[in-house]
Nanobody, 116 residues
Framework: QVQFVESGGGLVEPGGSLRLSCLASGVIFRLYAMGWYRQAPGKQRELVASITTRGNTNYADSVKGRFIISRDNAKNTVYLQMNTLKPEDTAVYSC??????????WGQGTQVTVSS
């Protein structure tokens, strides 16, 4: 069974940085594109960034130039470096395959709160 365990969230002031990690298991990690997603209260889950098996990346316009997605296939881990954080980045951040497989199970995610 595919599982994802996210970590690295927390409370940070506007302009600060955080680095999120997501450990994947139950999947041949190197064969799949991965994505970071987020869901703010009262809003639908949205794709924040994705990375292909070759390391090509893509970002939502709202985070372009501030966030960096990367992966370490040896560690079955995908990362999200978040810089110049804004209050509107506050959300629960989760990772999954990109695109998520039908019926895929989401991890608990990690809460990111940007506030002074």
């Amino acid at each position: 069974q595919v599982q994802f365990v996210e970590s690295g969230g927390g409370l940070v002031e506007p302009g600060g940085s955080l680095r999120l990690s997501c450990l994947a298991s139950g999947v041949i990690f190197r064969l799949y594109a991965m994505g970071w997603y987020r869901q703010a209260p009262g809003k639908q889950r949205e794709l924040v960034a994705s990375i292909t098996t070759r390391g090509n990346t893509n970002y939502a316009d709202s985070v372009k130039g501030r966030f960096i997605i990367s992966r370490d296939n040896a560690k079955n881990t995908v990362y999200l470096q978040m810089n110049t954080l804004k209050p509107e980045d506050t959300a629960v951040y989760s990772c999954n395959l990109y695109p998520p497989s039908t019926g895929s199970v989401w991890g608990q995610g990690t809460q990111v709160t940007v506030s002074s």
